[in-house]
Each structure stands twice: as C-alpha cells, then as structure tokens.
C-alpha cells in the first residue's frame, strides 16, 4: 500500500485560498464602487469586505509560510475553513443587500 505523496499539495491549496481571496476582494471593490456618491452603507460595506478579504489573504500566507517544511499543512484545518466559509457567507449576505436596494 502507497502513502499519499503531499507533492504540490500544499501550493495547490494556497492558491485556491488566494484565489477565494481574490473573488472577495473583488466584491468588495464592486460594494465600494456601488457606493460612491449614493449609499454610505455601500461604501461601508465594500470597505469592510475589502479589509476581512485583504486578511484572509495575510492570514492564508501566515500560515503557509510558518508550516512550509513541515509534514502536516495547517492550510486545510477546521477552523481556517469554517473562517473562509464564514466569510464567503458574509459577502454574499452584503452582495444581496446591494442587489436587493439597488
């Protein structure tokens, strides 16, 4: 029987949490431009998806680089995905909101 080869495994995961950070970072810039002028609530809102966006990515990158020669990634635990799933929620809640009083 083979063990699993950890391989690139772990480089594949830091994208994919850097792409979901690029996606929030992007609604937040779209929440933020949807609010100039009009909707203070808006621009609230781009602001605070851009900030928790901005440190989900810093957050990914900690811990990737603070585990990087070790055996186990710290990249897909529990509490780092139920983080992320929060924040994707979140954003949409926001994303609905601007829609919704558009």
């Known amino acids: 029987m083979s063990t699993p080869d ?3 495994q772990p480089e594949r995961t830091l994208l994919a ?13 779209l929440l933020l431009a949807s609010g100039h002028g ?12 851009l900030t928790l966006s901005l440190g989900c990515w810093a957050a990914v990158s900690a811990v990737y680089r603070h585990t990087r020669g ?8 529990d ?4 983080v992320a799933a ?3 929620l979140l ?3 926001f ?4 829609v919704v009083t558009r």
């Open 70 to 77: 070790a055996a186990v990634h710290s990249l897909g635990q």
């Open 6 to 8: 950890s391989g690139l």
């Open 95 to 98: 994303d609905l909101y601007a």
């Open 17 to 29: 949490w850097r792409r979901t950070s690029l996606g929030l970072i992007a609604n937040g810039i």
């Open 91 to 93: 954003v949409g809640l």
């Open 79 to 82: 509490r780092v995905l139920r």
């Open 38 to 49: 009009s909707s203070d609530v808006r621009t609230g809102l781009g602001i605070v998806v």
């Open 86 to 88: 929060g924040l994707v």
